[in-house]
């Protein structure tokens, strides 16, 4: 899922994903990365990239239950759209 931008957020999105995809690429796989000159909390290319995009799953998972929370209601029948919150979106975006 893609969350919704103004157009005028369009420009730092953008430069925000050339960046991420640069600084990303340049973290080797096999390569070893430590914290400081001790040598602590060694990690390995492969568990940073891994840590990283669980961050930005987590990140996505909260923006989606956000937009979910916001337009679904539960019933007794379970989960249902929220016209009223819907209907609100569509007049303040037109």
Known sequence: MQ???????ATE????TQM??????????KAT?????EDRNVRTGAVIKN???SCINALTYLGARSIYDEYYTTTRRGRIPNNGAIKKWIQRVI
């Not at 990365?33 to 000159?37: F, H, N, Q, R, W």
């Open 3 to 9: 969350l919704n931008t103004k157009a005028h957020e």
């Open 13 to 16: 999105r953008a430069i925000g």
């Open 20 to 29: 991420f995809k640069i600084a990303f690429s340049n973290i080797i796989d």
């Open 33 to 37: 990365y430590c914290e400081g000159k």
């Open 51 to 53: 840590d990283i995009m």
